[in-house]
């Protein structure tokens, strides 16, 4: 089977380091990383990273040759200190950056990592800003979106706030409370996401598809036959 070629931006974050994980003894996938520092991979890993500074992000997508397009970008607002134009540059324009770049690179496939509840109508700025990010993109005319929709996503992170810890130690608990339509506000592990990932990287049906906790692990059901 050749190889399918997958772009990914946010390689520093715990999804993107997750799927480079993942990604060693797959001969499956080829991931080309493009970010704006080094990254460490690990013992077995078999990938470019391409080292360019965002506002030349399009040449490095371009150069990457690659069929889909991974967004895995994302910050907080408490990093960006609370300023909005701050995150907004990171979680709406270079995220809309990268997919026009993709597009023009003529890579017709993105899949990326937004947030359950994402909704530009939302009274929560972030929720509203992933909203707004999602209906932009789909006018960005790729062939096919896949917009991933996860809970708290659980995994280890170099830096991690003693809210997200807590939370991250009552999940089993409080996910089991979540039923129903509540149950798009599971937690899953960025491992999770990185498998349904590279599931949804060899879809060929054209359109915008959401996953949301259940889709989100259908999907590796369905990839694994």
Known sequence: MKPIRICLVGATGLVGSRMIEKAVM?????????????????????????????DNWGDAIAAANAKVLVCALGTTFAKADRDEATFRAVDQDLVLACARHAKAAGIGHM????????????????????????????KV???????L?????????????????????????????????LRRYRSTRADTLAEAVF???????????????????????????
Do not use: C, N, W
């Open 26 to 54: 797959r001969p499956d996938l080829r991931l080309i990383g493009v970010a704006r520092r080094e990254v460490a991979l690990p013992p077995g890993a078999r990938m470019e990273m391409l080292i360019a500074d965002p």
């Open 111 to 138: 899949i990326l990592v937004s947030s359950v509840g994402a909704d530009r109508a939302s009274r929560s700025f972030y929720l509203r800003v992933k909203g707004e990010t999602e209906d932009a993109l789909a």
């Open 149 to 181: 929709r996860p809970g708290l996503i659980r995994g280890p992170r170099q830096e991690r706030r003693l809210g997200e810890r807590i939370a991250m130690l009552a999940s089993p608990l409080t996910d089991l409370l979540f039923h129903g339509g």
């Open 199 to 225: 599931a949804l990287a060899r879809e060929k049906a054209a359109g915008r598809f959401v996953h949301e906790y259940d889709a989100i692990r259908y999907a590796i059901r369905r990839a694994r036959g």
């Open 141 to 147: 005319g790729l062939a096919r979106l896949d917009i």
